[in-house]
């Protein structure tokens, strides 16, 4: 998430649960910025999560023989 901090481009990766922390970031650029909360986005368990759903649903569509889901933009690159 976005953050006020003394460093320009500044973003916190937190975690939870009991032994919860959080680490501030910066990058050197918005777009570095950006760029590196996108990743951190989709390397998140929530996020895989939704990848392998949204795979499982196209394999058993493929294999039924019927056509495939649409792609959700979430999803797959």
Excluded: I
């Amino acid at each position: 998430e976005l953050v006020e901090a003394a460093e320009e481009f500044a973003f916190a990766v937190r975690f939870a649960g009991a032994r919860a922390r959080t680490y501030v970031l910066a990058a050197e650029s918005q777009a570095a910025m950006e760029g590196w909360v996108k990743a951190l986005s989709r390397a998140s368990f929530d996020y895989l999560r939704l990848v392998v759903r949204e795979l499982g649903h196209r394999l058993a569509a493929a294999r039924a023989g019927g056509p495939l889901p649409p792609r959700r933009p979430h999803a797959l690159p």
